[in-house]
């Protein structure tokens, strides 16, 4: 009987709890922190931090369930920003993904599922063309690329907003080219012989996302809905297409030195889609702004 080995997703350690309760009560009380305009988990806002603006935010993602397979997946990034210009920002991003890998054998049937650990270094730039406080609509750009250490990424994003007093609508439309090295091993007249093949990967992902602001005075408090897709191609071939949505929660407090911003989502998948996505996804932002 095969052994299937399963990956235990654990809640954030009590420091780590106590570290984000000690600075919401901080923030709530006193003038410490400031926030960013930001309202989603997903999708970007078009405006940036104002210049000389620094923004720390650690995001936690839970993705688990998907067909027969135990599947889950806990990624934690901590990510830096930097308001250079009003129309220039940019940020510095530390991932670490824990997930379950399928072991196979030679008929292709899964055997296994393996836990493991990637670490991986980020860095994006985010241009605000419009600002929708002051425009028709808002327009941004977010440009982005990723280090693996067997694996490169380069991410663009089109952000498109819209404020109407207490309304705030948004798309944000995403592309991303994976470039993927794994080492192949073939066993040739005796001789092992070894050859890196390269994997070419396109993912279309457009986001949508509303927000009611229940309450506009400190504290800021925002109800609404954020829509997720996942499309994957191959070769100029659509593997996989898969939408999310669910609900989203935002509280903020800020004043003219400080703030900060907490923002939540849980987004079940709607198309049943589990080659390589999972059935939930949920995920929070802090963010604090110095």
């Not at 067997?150 to 995403?174: A, C, M, P, S």
Request: glycine share 8%; proline share 4%; charged share 20%.
């Amino acid at each position: 009987m095969s052994e299937v080995y399963r990956l235990r997703v654990r809640p954030p350690h009590a420091s780590l709890v106590f570290t984000i309760f000690l600075i919401l009560r901080i923030c709530g009380g006193s003038d410490v922190c400031h926030a960013q305009d930001r309202h989603f988990v997903y999708s970007y806002d078009s405006p940036n931090l104002p210049a000389g603006g620094v923004d720390i935010e650690p995001w936690i993602t839970f993705k688990w369930g998907g067909g027969d397979r135990l599947q889950r997946i806990y990624e934690q990034r901590l990510e830096f920003e930097l308001g250079i210009f009003r129309w220039l920002q940019t940020s510095f991003y530390l991932n670490l993904n824990s997930k379950l890998i399928e072991k196979k054998d030679s008929l292709g049937n899964t055997i296994a599922l393996q836990p493991s650990t990637s670490f991986s270094f980020s860095q994006a730039i985010k241009f605000a063309f419009l600002n929708p406080s002051v425009h028709p609509v808002g327009l941004g750009m977010y440009i982005e690329y990723y280090l693996y250490p067997h694996e490169t990424e380069l991410e663009g994003k089109l952000i498109i907003d819209k404020w109407l007093e207490r309304h705030i609508f948004l798309v944000n439309i995403t592309g991303e080219y994976e470039l993927e090295y794994e080492l192949e091993e073939e066993m040739v007249n005796g001789t092992m012989k070894r050859e890196v093949a390269k994997e070419h990967k396109f993912i279309f992902n457009p986001t949508f996302g509303y927000m009611y602001m229940v309450r506009r005075a400190k504290p800021v408090v925002g109800l609404g809905a954020e829509a997720y897709n996942h499309q994957d191609f191959k070769e100029g071939r659509r593997l996989h297409s898969a939408w999310y949505a669910g609900p989203t929660f935002l509280i903020a407090r800020s004043t003219d030195k400080a703030g900060f911003f907490l923002i939540g989502n849980l987004s079940p998948q709607l198309t049943q889609v589990y080659e390589g996505h999972q059935q939930f996804m949920m995920r929070f932002i802090l963010g604090i702004t110095f």
